[in-house]
Structures are given as structure tokens and as C-alpha cells.
């Protein structure tokens, strides 16, 4: 029997729906299990500073504390209900929120809360044998908060489906713990979270470009007319974003390193800056132009008829929907998206519930170029001509118009021979990642200490210094 107020944390009465007990009982030890398996590798005896969300009050999301990752308190948080809230979009648009789920689209929103969910355990399965390599105590600390994060926002989408969908739901919850990520036979549903995360910069590119696709996907599930799903993706981004300000810190203080050990040794070319030990800027848009081609994809086909069904049955919204001045309905608006015709791209209007998916990725890159832009400050500083460059968005891309096509990191359509070509000028070759793995070839913890290749953050995690004991190796 399972203490619903001491190990699961939560605000949804889960101590009176005894079915929901029941199933929870059932799926916890196995959930334990894939943890123990697929979690963070040789880690679960440290006891670790981590963040704990005991309740949606300011004072109780975010507490502080040693806890053994196996004991963390993964609970279950919906934000308040607002008892007038509306169906804020599409055909249902002025209706009251739904709190329970339409039977005419029950199917679909099981797909969307399945296919969210998933992207939860992948994360995790991807970064779990990088606790081996961190490069300091505080960012070993970050990933595994980002671990136990992602742990707790698969409970949120399994409660979702315990909660709403009957059989079905609880066939589906254990088919979460089932999929494994770049499995042959049972892999993720979504692309990227097939691809492995070899090395710390990937990890932290992954939490800048990936972990921010979370953010506007859930953003636009924040807008669902079924309100509990609504007012669980709110609460989630709460703790997404110290994912993605884990990720963009961490990319800007490898690069700040590298421009220190340029400037100091007055120094540029990639061999030269590779012989001191840090990571050069050409490998470093090597992967910004992987991590975010590949993430691009995960928005789904620029004309999509699932897309524009989500919209007008209030299942799915637009980014920041209420704050968008139309008529929340669309049904002549337009929106542009690309083609490759007869080897040029070629803007094309289509109706605008078709293209959310495009629209949703062109205000997803709007957000990422400032984080570029926020990194090139970097170089600027240091006196370098340097600066990254997101690619085109129809590069390196395997979904929508842009699938099958060879599109130059300038947007030039190319003949597959000549995309090959330069393929290890614009993505990272084995040479590579075999240089970057070569770097983090240990655990640095001695406290206070950073790899040679990556700068200090510029302060500690909750006012602690940067000397503090943030993981205790017992």
C-alpha cells in the first residue's frame, strides 16, 4: 500500500479514488523497475541536492534536499482549476472546459498524452551513462534533476491515462515502460528520442533545442479545451524550463572556455584549439546544426490534417493562443509553408489549421535564435570574428517538404552527392565525437572543480557556492 501523502506527492485527491489506487499500485513497482534499469547508471546510492515539488504553491514547488534518486518524490500536480475557463479555440470555442474526456475524441487525445509521454522515459534512457563523464559536481547534480524531472512528468501523463482512459489508459501506461529509446524492435515513437546523447555537449544542446520543443508543444497542450490535461502542461513548464536553462548555460560556458584558451594562447584553428583541450567553435556548430535539424522534425509535417484536427476540435492550440488577436477558428486565414519544386523552394500559402505545425516551429525558431544570439554575445566579448548561425530550416531535415530533399545549411537544394560531400563540414563526423569523448574521459568531483573544457556556471544552485557538496558518493 502506497502513502499517497508521503510518496506521491499531490493536489488530485489521489488518497479517495481507490480505482486510481489501485491502478497507481499496480504500475509503480514497474515504473521502479524500468528506473533501476534504464535510470541514471551506478547512481542509485548517491544522495543528491535536488528540487522536490510537494506542492503548486510558491513555497512548495520547489523544495530542496539530499534524496537518493530511487526515493524522490515523484508527484502529481495540476495547476488550480479555474471554474469559468472555456474552450478558448475551434468549433467548441466559448464552450465550458472540458473535464471529462468527449467520447468522440477520446482516441486522439490518448494519442496526444502517449505521444508526450513518451518523450519523458527517452530523455532519460538516452542521458543515463553521462553521470559518468560529468564534468563537475554542480552539472552532475543538473542532470540528474533533469532525470528525476522527466521521471516526474511521465507520472503526470500516466495519471492522465489512469485517470481518464480506463483499460486503455493502463495498456498504454505500461507500454511507456516498455518502449526503449534506439531500440531495433521497440523504439520511441518520436525520432529524436532514438538518437543517442554521447557527451556533454550533446546533452546540453539536447536540453536546449529538444527540451524547448517540450516547451512549446506543452504550451500549446496548455491551450487544450480538456482542461485536466490543460492544467497539467502548465505546471510542467515550470520545471521544463530549468532543463533548457541547463541546457543554454551550460552550451555558453563550454563556448566561454574556448574563447578564454583562444584569447589566451592567441589561437584559432580547430587543431590549435583542440591541442589545449577545449572544444572548438566549428565542432560546436557542428552540433547546434544537428541537435536542431533533428528537433525540428518533431513538430510534425508543415501541412498537417492531424494538426488542424487537434485545432478545431479544441484538442491542441497555437502558442500563447489566447494572447493571438483573431478569431480563434481560422477558417479563412492562411499561412505560408515551403516546397521544393523543380530544385528551388518555394513559399506556399495553405490554410492556416493545416500548418499549426509550422507555425508552432516558426515561433519555436524566433525563441532559439535569441538563445544563438545570447552565445555569440561569447565571442563578441572575447574579441572573436566567430559566430554560430542556425541553418536552414529545411536542412538535414527526414519530415514534411523538406523530406527527401538535400537542403544546404544556406537553404540551396542540392544533388545527394554533393549534400554528402560536405556532410562532416556541417555535421559532426566520427572524428568528432571521438575528440569530444575524449575529453570527458572521467568524473571530475572534487569539490569546486570543472573539466578544463568548460567555464564555471556564475553562481550556485540555490545560493549555494559552487564548492558545495552537491552529489554525496556513499
Known amino acids: 500500500m502506497i502513502d499517497y501523502i508521503d510518496k506521491i506527492p499531490n493536489n488530485v485527491e489521489l488518497g479517495q479514488d481507490r480505482v486510481l489506487q489501485r491502478a497507481l499500485e499496480h504500475w509503480q513497482p514497474a515504473y521502479l523497475n524500468w528506473w533501476y534499469d534504464m535510470g541514471p547508471n551506478e547512481s542509485h546510492a548517491f544522495e543528491v541536492y535536488l528540487r522536490t515539488a510537494t506542492s503548486v ?189 541547463v541546457g543554454e548555460t551550460g552550451v555558453s560556458r563550454i563556448i566561454q572556455r574556448t574563447c578564454e584558451v583562444m584569447k589566451e594562447n592567441k589561437v584559432e584553428t580547430p587543431s590549435d584549439v583542440r591541442a589545449l583541450g577545449v572544444i572548438d567553435l566549428q565542432t560546436i556548430q557542428k552540433y547546434l546544426n544537428f541537435h536542431y535539424s533533428v528537433t525540428l522534425d518533431l513538430f510534425g509535417s508543415d501541412a498537417s490534417s492531424n494538426a488542424a484536427t487537434y485545432y478545431t476540435s479544441g484538442l491542441k492550440g497555437r502558442f500563447e493562443e489566447t494572447k493571438i488577436n483573431d478569431d480563434h477558428l481560422l477558417n479563412d486565414a492562411q499561412y505560408p509553408v515551403f516546397e521544393v519544386i523543380n530544385g528551388k523552394l518555394v513559399a506556399k500559402n495553405v490554410a492556416a489549421f493545416t500548418a499549426l505545425n509550422e507555425r508552432l516551429r516558426d515561433d519555436y525558431i524566433r525563441e532559439v535564435q535569441g538563445g544563438v544570439d545570447r552565445w555569440n554575445r561569447n565571442m563578441e566579448k572575447a574579441g572573436l570574428s566567430f559566430r554560430l548561425k542556425l541553418p536552414h530550416k529545411g536542412f538535414h531535415r527526414a519530415i514534411g517538404n523538406f523530406a527527401g530533399h538535400y537542403i544546404s545549411l544556406d537553404g540551396e537544394v542540392l544533388s545527394k552527392e554533393s549534400w554528402k560531400n560536405h556532410e562532416h563540414e556541417w555535421m559532426p563526423s566520427p572524428e568528432d565525437y571521438k575528440y569530444v569523448q575524449s575529453l570527458m574521459s572521467g568524473r571530475v568531483v572534487e569539490l569546486g572543480k570543472f573539466a578544463n573544457w568548460i567555464a564555471p556556471p556564475s553562481r550556485g544552485v540555490n545560493n549555494q557556492p559552487l564548492n558545495f557538496e552537491y552529489v554525496r558518493f556513499n
Request: with cysteine; hydrophobic share 40%; charged share 25%.
Open 57 to 245: 504553491e510558491p513555497d512548495g514547488w520547489a523544495q530542496f534536499g539530499y534524496v537518493r534518486m530511487p526515493e524522490y518524490r515523484w508527484g502529481i500536480f495540476l495547476q488550480p482549476r479555474d471554474v469559468n475557463r472555456q474552450v478558448n479555440f475551434g468549433l467548441h470555442k466559448g464552450q465550458p472546459a472540458w473535464q471529462e474526456v468527449p467520447a468522440e475524441y477520446r482516441s486522439a487525445l490518448r494519442r496526444i498524452i502517449v505521444t508526450q509521454g513518451d518523450t519523458e522515459p527517452a530523455s532519460v534512457e538516452q542521458q543515463r551513462l553521462l553521470g559518468e563523464s560529468c564534468p563537475s559536481l554542480y552539472d552532475l547534480r543538473n542532470i540528474f534533476q533533469v532525470n528525476v524531472e522527466e521521471g516526474r512528468h511521465l507520472w503526470a501523463m500516466v495519471y492522465l491515462l489512469h485517470r481518464y482512459f480506463g483499460r486503455d489508459g493502463r495498456e498504454e501506461a505500461e507500454a511507456l515502460l516498455e518502449r526503449r529509446s534506439g531500440d531495433d524492435d521497440n523504439p520511441r515513437i518520436l525520432g529524436a528520442f532514438n538518437e543517442p546523447t554521447p557527451d556533454w555537449l550533446a546533452f546540453f544542446m539536447f536540453t536546449f533545442f529538444t527540451d524547448r520543443d517540450g516547451k512549446f508543444q506543452l504550451s500549446a497542450l496548455a491551450e487544450s479545451g480538456f482542461d485536466p490535461l490543460a492544467r497539467t502542461c502548465r505546471f510542467m513548464l515550470t520545471e521544463e524550463a530549468h532543463h533548457m536553462f
